[in-house]
Each structure stands twice: as structure tokens, then as C-alpha cells.
């Protein structure tokens, strides 16, 4: 009973996800390719480079020099995009398009991790117009995502206002650290790609998942767990984890047990010290 009190009242604490091969099995921005096209943002042929794109960052992953060349090739393709558009597109297919590529263990992982206690971060690359909705879908917390420049007529300027990439993953846990009052050290972390060893470094409990070869080899060399994800499957598939109430439910309930333990032994505290006071 005590140690169940004592950690109701210890600093909090967060599971910090990747969002692309770790959460879901491809790259968010660019499975969103099709629907860009059929809403007349891009044209067949940036489709077909998307699609390349998609089957190199599947088979082998995405280097530091991948990441730099995708990362310019999309901020130019982006440039004068209607920011309202973009949404309106992700929020109409994003059941259609993201739902079936979830994986059922990264959906597991969220739900202990919320049963625990701890908040549930997505910390991805991807563009924060993407990032959000895919977040909110699967119940996250809080989201850090790359922000581009938006100008004036509410279009995308084409100019990266922050780069969710790397170490700036670790700078943005660091921050949420400070500000949520997460204690890192209690913290964990999933990623796939090497890119994010900064982030998987500066928490407590680190994990590979699906991990690059430059990632599993520094998982082995420091002995974190390596976690296989390769079960796809819809939400809504997932009778019995979805039979769990609410997360505001869990934790008014923990609350409430909380609060009875605390009152519980205060009154038993009391009656001893009354007993030994008539003795």
C-alpha cells in the first residue's frame, strides 16, 4: 500500500514514440502521396517519385543524407499549399489511409503505457499537419512534429520553421521534460532509426524497434531491448484492448484508490496512536 502511495506522488513520466516503422509501417507523409494528387497538389510524376521514395525508406531505411535530400525535396514540393487544404485532405482519408497500417504491438505499447500512468508522446519528422491527426487517432498526449513557414495567404512558404530531426528530438524531450515535470530517467523511448539515438539515449528505458542496421548495432553494443513490430491491423479490430475504459476513467479511477488508500492509512495511524495513548 505504501509503495502504491508513494508512487502516486512521484515525478511524472512519458513513453516517447517514432511515428514512421515504429508506430506505423510506412512513411506518414508520404503515404498521403494519393490524396495530395487526387486533391491537385501534386502531379503524377511527384507520385511516382513519392512512391520511390516510399519503397527505399521501406526496404532499408532512410540515412542522415536521405533524410536531408527527402526533407528539401519536400519543403519545395510543398511551397504554396493551402494549409487548410492539406488538413481537410489528411482528415478525409486519414481512416482509410493510416488506420489499417498501425502496428498491434506499437497500439499495445500505448495502452500499458497509459494504464501505467505515463503521458504518450509522437516525436516525428513528419509535418506537424500530418503528425497531429495520426496522434490524436491513437490517443497520444502530446505530439512534437517538423513545423514549416506559413505565410500570410495560409499557404506553406516552403521554409522549414522547425525540424523535428535528430538531436532536436532529444532538445524537445528535454523541454517537455521541464516543462511537464517528467523524469527522464523513468521515461521510454521507441524508435527504428539510428537518426534518433539522441532521443532513445535521453531517457531511462530506450528500445529499437524494427531497428536500421546502424541502430541494431547500437542497441547490441548497449544492450537495449530490440522489439520486432509486424502486425498491422485496424483499430477498431482490437475488441478486447478497446474494452478498456477511457483514459480519463483510469485515472480519476486511480485517483479515487489513491485517496482511499491515503485516508485508509491515516485513519489506522490514528487508531494506533489512540490505542497506544489509552493503553
Not at 486533391?39 to 525508406?57: D, E, H, K, M, S
Not at 516525436?123 to 490517443?139: D, H, K, Y
Request: proline share 5%; glycine share 6%; hydrophobic share 45%.
Amino acid at each position: 500500500m505504501l509503495a502504491f502511495v508513494e508512487n502516486c506522488f512521484s515525478p511524472r513520466t512519458a513513453a516517447f514514440f517514432d511515428l514512421d516503422k515504429t508506430v506505423i509501417a510506412k512513411s506518414s507523409t508520404l503515404t498521403f502521396s494519393k490524396s495530395f494528387y487526387q486533391g491537385g497538389l501534386i502531379n503524377r510524376r511527384a507520385v511516382l517519385r513519392t512512391a520511390y521514395a516510399q519503397f527505399v525508406f521501406l526496404a532499408g531505411g532512410a540515412d542522415h543524407d536521405q533524410m536531408e535530400r527527402m526533407r528539401e525535396y519536400l519543403s519545395a514540393l510543398c511551397k504554396g499549399w493551402n494549409v487548410q487544404q492539406v488538413k481537410d485532405l489528411v482528415a478525409e482519408t486519414l481512416h482509410d489511409l493510416i488506420d489499417p497500417i498501425i502496428y498491434d504491438e506499437a497500439a499495445t505499447l500505448i495502452e500499458e503505457h497509459h494504464t501505467a500512468g505515463r503521458d504518450v508522446v509522437i516525436v516525428s519528422t513528419s509535418g506537424a499537419e500530418v503528425v497531429e491527426p495520426i496522434g490524436e487517432l491513437l490517443g497520444a498526449d502530446r505530439v512534437v512534429a517538423t513545423r514549416m513557414v506559413v505565410g500570410d495567404d495560409g499557404c506553406f512558404t516552403g521554409e522549414v520553421e522547425y525540424y523535428a530531426y535528430g538531436p532536436t528530438k532529444a532538445e524537445a524531450i528535454r523541454a517537455l521534460a521541464g516543462s511537464e515535470g517528467y523524469d527522464l530517467s523513468r521515461c521510454y523511448a521507441y524508435s527504428d532509426s539510428a537518426t534518433d539515438v539522441p532521443m532513445l539515449e535521453s531517457v531511462g528505458y530506450p528500445h529499437a524497434v524494427n531497428p536500421d542496421r546502424a541502430l541494431r548495432r547500437e542497441a547490441t553494443l548497449r544492450e537495449w531491448p530490440i522489439l520486432a513490430f509486424d502486425r498491422p491491423v485496424r483499430l477498431k479490430q482490437r475488441l478486447p484492448a478497446f474494452s478498456m475504459p477511457p483514459r480519463p476513467a483510469l485515472v480519476a479511477a486511480a485517483a479515487l484508490g489513491a485517496a482511499a488508500v491515503t485516508a485508509g492509512l491515516v485513519w489506522y495511524a490514528n487508531r494506533r496512536r489512540s490505542a497506544t495513548i489509552a493503553a
